[in-house]
C-alpha cells in the first residue's frame, strides 16, 4: 500500500511530516507548515540562469509577489540545484513499488511529495526548441508514479486513470527570445494535452515573447511584469486568471518588429565580433553595433535616459557617411524621445560623422572630442545639447 502524502497534509496538521515507504526506516522526506485554508503553491523554475541574467525568474518573481499577497503559501524551487535522474522508463512505479520510482534522489525524496501537498503548481521554463527546456521535461517525466498503467477512456481520448483523486493545479510561465507569439505554439498544444484533461487542472498559461529585450524595455516591461502580479493574485482569489490579465503580460514588447530583429541580429554580431558570451558582453559593458540607420535609431530609442534627459526639450539630426549613409533625428521632449528617419524641419544640433566612427565614439572605443577637433566629426547648433548627450542616452541600456 502506498502512503499518500495527500492524505495526510489534508487533515489540517502543522509541520507534518511525510514518508513514503523508500524510507520504511523512518527517513523524513518533506516538511511544511500546513495552514488550514491556505492555497499551498510549488513554484518551479527550469532556467539555468540566475539572477538578472533570468528572465524566466523576472516574469516568475512577479507572479508569486502577487500570489503572497493574496496570502498563498509559495515555495520557489530552482531546478538547476536539484538532483534529477531521467526516467529509466522501466515502469517499476506501476508494478513492483506502485506509486514508487525507483531512483532515490531529490526528486524522489523531496519534490515528488511537495508536488502531490499542492494544491497548484507552477510550471516556469524557457523554451527550447519550442517546448519546455529538459530539466523541466525531466521533472514532468518523473511524476509519472501519479498515474496507473490502466487505460481507460474519457471521453474521445484513452488516458491512464491517476493513483489520487486530487493532483496539483497547473500554470504554466513561459519565456523566449523569438518576438512573436507563434513561437509558443508548440508548447501550447502540449501544455494542453498534458494537462488540459483529467478536470480543470490547467488554471492557465502566459507566454512571453522577446523576453531577452525585457530588462531593458522601460515602456512596457513595467506593465508586462504589473499584469503578472496581477496574474498571481487571481490564480489564488479565482484560479484562473482573466483574459484582459493575460493580454497585458503577453503585449507587444516591440512595435516595430523588423526593427526589434536588426537590433537583436546586431547584438549577436557583436558578441561574436568580441568573442564573448551574452553575459560578457553586459559585464563589459558592450554596444550592439547596428548595420543599419534603422537598427541604429532602435538601439539609440533603447538607450534613451529619461532620467537623464529630465524636462529637455531638443531635436537632434545625425547625417551618416560612410558604410550606412542617410539622416535621421529625435525628438526629445516630457521624458520621452521619438526617432524619425529623415532630416528634422528644424534639428537644434545637427552632428556628420561617418556612421562607423559614431559608433566608435558610443562604444568608447574613440574620444568623441579628439575626433571632432581633428575635423573627423563636425556639428552644427547647440553644441550644449552635443556636449551633455552622455545624460540623454546610455548605451548600457541598449
Same mark, same amino acid.
Given at each position: 500500500m502506498i502512503f499518500s502524502p495527500l492524505l495526510v497534509y489534508g487533515e489540517g496538521l502543522e509541520n507534518v511530516e511525510f514518508f513514503t515507504p523508500h524510507a520504511a526506516g523512518g527517513g523524513l522526506i518533506a516538511v511544511w507548515d500546513a495552514q488550514e485554508g491556505t492555497m499551498k503553491v510549488l513554484a518551479l523554475n527550469s532556467s539555468a540562469r540566475a539572477g538578472k541574467d533570468s528572465k524566466t525568474g523576472m516574469m516568475l518573481d512577479a507572479l508569486v509577489a502577487g500570489m503572497r499577497e493574496c496570502g498563498a503559501q509559495v515555495e520557489v524551487v530552482h531546478l538547476k540545484d536539484k538532483k534529477m535522474r531521467v526516467c529509466a522508463g522501466c515502469f517499476t512505479c506501476w508494478t513492483k513499488t506502485p506509486g514508487q520510482c525507483i531512483h532515490q534522489d531529490d526528486m524522489t525524496g523531496e519534490l515528488f511529495?511537495? =508536488?502531490?501537498?499542492?494544491d497548484l503548481c507552477v510550471y516556469a521554463t524557457p523554451l527550447f526548441h519550442h517546448t519546455v527546456n529538459a530539466t523541466m521535461k525531466t521533472f514532468i517525466e518523473r511524476t509519472l508514479p501519479v498515474a496507473e498503467p490502466y487505460l481507460i477512456k474519457e471521453g474521445e481520448r484513452w488516458s491512464h486513470p491517476l493513483r489520487y483523486e486530487n493532483i496539483?493545479?497547473?500554470?504554466?510561465?513561459s519565456v523566449a527570445g523569438f518576438p512573436e507569439m507563434s513561437a509558443f505554439e508548440g508548447l501550447r498544444h502540449y501544455v494542453q494535452f498534458l494537462f488540459g484533461?483529467?478536470?480543470?487542472?490547467? =488554471?492557465?498559461?502566459?507566454?512571453?515573447p522577446g523576453a531577452e529585450n525585457l530588462p531593458y524595455a522601460a515602456k512596457v516591461r513595467d506593465a508586462i511584469l504589473a499584469a503578472v502580479k496581477q496574474a498571481g493574485r487571481e490564480l489564488v482569489e479565482h484560479r484562473k486568471i482573466m483574459p484582459e490579465t493575460r493580454a497585458g503580460a503577453e503585449q507587444p514588447i516591440a512595435e516595430d518588429m523588423e526593427a526589434f530583429a536588426e537590433m537583436a541580429n546586431a547584438f549577436w554580431d557583436t558578441c561574436i565580433e568580441a568573442g564573448v558570451s551574452p553575459r560578457e558582453f553586459n559585464e563589459k559593458g558592450l554596444v550592439p553595433r547596428p548595420n543599419s540607420l534603422k537598427g541604429f535609431m532602435g538601439i539609440l530609442s533603447m538607450g534613451f535616459n529619461p532620467e537623464g534627459a529630465g524636462d529637455i526639450r531638443a531635436v537632434l539630426q545625425f547625417d551618416f557617411s560612410g558604410r550606412v549613409e542617410g539622416q535621421c533625428h529625435f525628438i526629445i521632449a516630457e521624458g520621452q524621445m521619438v526617432s524619425k528617419a529623415g532630416p528634422a524641419p528644424r534639428a537644434d544640433v545637427t552632428v556628420k560623422t561617418p556612421f562607423d566612427l559614431w559608433l566608435d565614439i558610443m562604444s568608447g572605443k574613440t574620444d568623441g572630442a579628439q575626433?571632432?577637433?581633428?575635423?573627423?566629426?563636425s556639428a552644427e547648433g547647440d553644441l550644449n545639447l552635443l556636449v551633455n548627450m552622455g545624460r540623454f542616452f546610455d548605451p548600457g541600456r541598449a
Open positions: 511529495p511537495k =508536488w502531490l501537498a499542492s496539483p493545479g497547473a500554470f504554466v510561465l484533461y483529467h478536470g480543470a487542472r490547467l =488554471w492557465g498559461e502566459i507566454y512571453r575626433a571632432m577637433m581633428e575635423g573627423k566629426v
